[in-house]
């Protein structure tokens, strides 16, 4: 007893000590969880960044988080000569009549599993890569688009891997005597048939021409416009793809095609003509009143 | 001394609580902030949902959780009926001349915040829409589809009302004495001046019959696809928009649009004509070898 009550005030010590360390290790799990957070980040007044409202041209928010935890003064944009914008403006039936063409060939599209290995001209994909970005000019991602035969087998072997323990892991008990019936779930052949396979990295940041990184806020939402855009350009062409988002394969990947460390694997699009005996799933659409409503 | 000796058993014990209620705390923050940190979380195994790889039709995937941990047999798209696919097929000089088209137009695209208040036709406006989900068919999503001047009005306030406690929370000692200055950060007249103000919702989860949730994974990501689509079927027939992610407004415009609990505010984008005078930002676009690589 007497031991203890000399040893209460170190015993106190090192309590609040490692009271306070929980409490720093706490309040930074909240902040690296803030940018993939996004949304329950923002709600943080405290954790808020500096960031312009608007995604620059629809790809990413270039303030610049300073070391010193100073803001950056101005918003790059603000910095850049503007000049005079005049797209082209069609007459009213014009648009009415590019809307339903538009509208016609997008409805017509569908996510396709079923592939032809029939080649298709680069020069074909270049522009429809090129397309996606669009208006961007800083884009937070790399499009990585495989044709060879033996690196789209290894893409194709580490995701059934990956794919394999999934359905295994979330199997349970009444699926494990079964393994042949849903075998088929976690084989991708289209990933060797396909003659081109697009993977989408995101960079979470970049690095400035001082070497200091640049945080790409809204980086997942902008690379996912771009492949919104993408799977257009796609359609346009009357070639089809499936989006895939490779569970747990993302380093792996991202190991293979040598991307540097600030990119992450956010999708994977085989692309192709579809096989001549394509199926798709018989979906019924929603009516367009489901999905929008006018105020 | 007498007292503190009697004491420290129960200050032990007080102490022993207060650090397993934080490491309890500490834990709940890092399971909290999983749902959005989805790539985080798809590297934790324990945390792995039952989910296809792929995103059915690009928009969710439609696993079912249930609330007794179980998770649903088999994926609703296998169930569903399959029936063959066979989209337009164009010649090989044809696809190059639509691929170089597309791309000539979309990379006309600009964000543009200098709107006409010009009407638009409401035809071209819900054909746009419409096209935006495109192939697919369960949309975890609602387009809220603005033209009462009273409720745009209703969101500018809110906007920048928050708007402006964004910049002035951030701005620091150096900018508070040049408010004038700045104030043009905040001040979004195009809110009122755009004859449509377009939200985007996203549906973090869906209701079933049962009136069980149903968790839309990917919602964020399918919701950005469907955006980008947006981006096209607007440039197409001639309009402009800038996309923007109001910064906690999404609560107040959520209730003002009186859209359910299990939607939140993705983006918000005014569609209109630009203004004869609009400029943007003198910007450099990237060359295709920065953002392809070819394997």
């Not at 603000?78 to 797209?87: A, M």
């Not at 208006?135 to 893409?155: L, M, N, R, Y």
């Not at 001082?210 to 346009?236: F, M």
Request: glycine share 4%; proline share 7%; with cysteine.
């Amino acid at each position: 007893m007497a031991l203890l009550s000399v040893l209460t005030p170190v015993l106190a010590v090192v309590l609040c000590l490692v009271i306070g360390f929980m409490l720093v290790r706490s309040r930074e799990t909240e902040t690296t969880s803030t940018p993939s957070g996004k949304t329950e980040g923002a709600k943080k007044a405290d954790f808020r960044p500096w960031v312009d409202q608007d995604l620059q041209d629809d790809t990413e928010i270039t303030a610049e988080e300073e070391e010193d935890g100073d803001w950056a003064d101005s918003h790059e944009e603000e910095d850049l000569l503007h000049v005079p914008y005049s797209p082209p403006r069609y007459p009213e039936e014009t648009m009415l009549q590019r809307s339903k063409d538009l509208y016609t060939l997008m409805n017509q599209r569908r996510s396709v599993r079923f592939f032809s290995p029939e080649p298709v001209p680069r020069e074909v994909i270049d522009n429809v890569i090129r397309t996606a970005p669009s208006g961007a000019h800083t884009e937070p991602w790399t499009f990585v688009v495989v044709s060879d035969p033996d690196t789209k087998h290894q893409i194709r072997q580490i995701v059934e891997e990956e794919e394999e323990v999934n359905y295994r892991q979330r199997m349970g008990d009444k699926w494990v005597n079964d393994l042949a019936k849903i075998k088929t779930n976690w084989i991708k052949d289209y990933l060797d048939v396909a003659p081109y396979l697009v993977l989408v990295f995101k960079q979470t940041y970049g690095i400035l021409p001082n070497d200091k990184k640049r945080t790409h806020y809204y980086n997942e939402i902008s690379v996912s416009i771009s492949c919104g855009i993408l799977l257009a350009a796609l359609q346009n062409v009357g070639l089809v793809t499936v989006t895939s988002t490779p569970l747990n394969c993302g380093p792996q990947l991202r190991i293979l095609l040598k991307r540097p460390a600030n990119e992450k694997l956010l999708m994977l699009l085989p692309v192709g003509y579809p096989a001549s005996d394509a199926t798709v799933p018989d979906f019924k659409r929603k009516p367009l009143d489901d999905v929008m409503v006018h105020i």
